[in-house]
């Protein structure tokens, strides 16, 4: 995961950080874009969630690290239920 944006990025490797969430497993990283000018958007973040088989890829870019928008977007993560519907 995200090692095809290494060569863009300021980190040499990828660093996964698991983040609980209520209804099953979700993984996260950041890289920062080395080519980006201070007003861009630098930090560019991954979210990987799995629920009961369904994985579920959440990406954005912020200016600030750890911004507020990125905490939404977690808070957000935490509660993503998987619903089966039946179609008959």
């Given at each position: 995961?995200?090692?095809?944006l290494?060569?863009?990025?300021?980190?040499?490797?990828?660093?996964?950080?698991?983040?609980?969430?209520?209804?099953?497993t979700?993984?996260?990283?950041?890289?920062?874009?080395?080519?980006?000018?201070?007003?861009?958007?630098?930090?560019?973040?991954?979210?990987?969630?799995?629920?009961?088989?369904?994985?579920?890829?959440?990406?954005?870019?912020?200016?600030?690290?750890?911004?507020?928008?990125?905490?939404?977007?977690?808070e957000?993560?935490?509660?993503?239920?998987?619903?089966?519907?039946?179609?008959?």
């Open positions: 995961m995200g090692q095809s290494l060569g863009g990025a300021e980190e040499k490797e990828v660093s996964l950080m698991e983040i609980k969430i209520d209804h099953g979700a993984y996260t990283f950041r890289l920062t874009d080395k080519t980006a000018k201070p007003e861009q958007r630098k930090y560019i973040t991954q979210l990987i969630v799995g629920i009961d088989g369904a994985v579920i890829f959440m990406n954005f870019s912020s200016v600030e690290k750890d911004s507020d928008e990125e905490k939404k977007v977690f957000i993560a935490k509660t993503i239920q998987l619903v089966k519907v039946n179609r008959t």
